[in-house]
T-cell receptor
C-alpha cells in the first residue's frame, strides 16, 4: 500500500503571500490531520478532517484553514504568510475510527522570506 | 492537562551500546493511547509502536523494546545493540480523543 504523500516537498514564499499544501492519505483512510513542526514550538496539532468535515481544530489563527475532498485528499491553506509560519508541515492519515494510529507523510517544508 | 515529557534532549552512543529513551506522560483520562515515532533526517515521522492504557504488557520487536508502567506514568523505549541507522529524533506521543500530543523529542546519535 502506498503511504501518505504530500506535495510540494519544499516551498519558498514571501511575507503576505498565501500557500496551499496538499496531502493524499493512505488508501482507505478517511481521516487526515495536519501538524506544524518548528524548532521552538515542536509538533503542534492544526486540525483534523474526516468525511469532508473538520472534526477537530488546534489553537492556530484563522489564517490557517483546510478542507477535505470526497476522495479523502486534503489541502491546507495559509494566508497572509508571516515569517513565523516557516515550518515543516506534516500530514497524517488514519482510518478515522476512534483514536487509531496516525501515519505520517514526508512533510512540506515551508520557508517564508 | 495532558502532557508528554522527554527530558533527554540529546543522547550520543557508540554503535552496539544499548540506549533507553525516557518518556513520562500526564493525563486524567482512564483510557489513553501512547505512541513512539522516529523522525530520521528526511523528516517523515515513522510509526514504531502503539500501546493502550489497559495493556501494560511490555513489548519486544527485534532490537527494540518498550516498558510501559502506569504506576510511574512512563513509557520508555530501549534500543539494544544500537546501529548508526538508529540515528534520528524519537518522539513519544499521547493520544486523546482528537489529537496527538507530542513530547519535545530526543535526538539520538549513534557513532560508528
Amino acid at each position: 500500500k502506498a503511504g501518505v504523500t504530500q506535495t510540494p516537498r519544499y516551498l519558498i514564499k514571501t511575507r503576505g503571500q498565501q500557500v496551499t499544501l496538499s496531502c493524499s492519505p493512505i488508501s482507505g483512510h478517511r481521516s487526515v490531520s495536519w501538524y506544524q513542526q518548528t524548532p521552538g514550538q515542536g509538533l503542534q496539532f492544526l486540525f483534523e478532517y474526516f468525511s469532508e468535515t473538520q472534526r477537530n481544530k488546534g489553537n492556530f489563527p484563522g489564517r490557517f484553514s483546510g478542507r477535505q475532498f470526497s476522495n479523502s485528499r486534503s489541502e491546507m491553506n495559509v494566508s497572509t504568510l508571516e515569517l513565523g509560519d516557516s515550518a515543516l508541515y506534516l500530514c497524517a492519515s488514519s482510518l478515522g475510527r476512534g483514536p487509531d494510529t496516525q501515519y505520517f507523510g514526508p512533510g512540506t517544508r515551508l520557508t517564508v522570506l | 492537562a495532558q502532557k508528554v515529557t522527554q527530558a533527554q534532549t540529546e543522547i550520543s552512543v557508540v554503535e552496539k551500546e544499548d540506549v533507553t529513551l525516557d518518556c513520562v506522560y500526564e493525563t486524567r483520562d482512564t483510557t489513553y493511547y501512547l505512541f513512539w515515532y522516529k523522525q530520521p533526517p528526511s523528516g517523515e515521522l515513522v510509526f514504531l509502536i502503539r500501546r493502550n492504557s489497559f495493556d501494560e504488557q511490555n513489548e519486544i520487536s527485534g532490537r527494540y523494546s518498550w516498558n510501559f508502567q502506569k504506576s510511574t506514568s512512563s513509557f520508555n523505549f530501549t534500543i539494544t545493540a544500537s546501529q548508526v541507522v538508529d540515528s534520528a529524533v524519537y518522539f513519544c506521543a499521547l493520544r486523546n480523543t482528537d489529537k496527538l500530543i507530542f513530547g519535545t523529542g530526543t535526538r539520538l546519535q549513534v557513532f560508528p
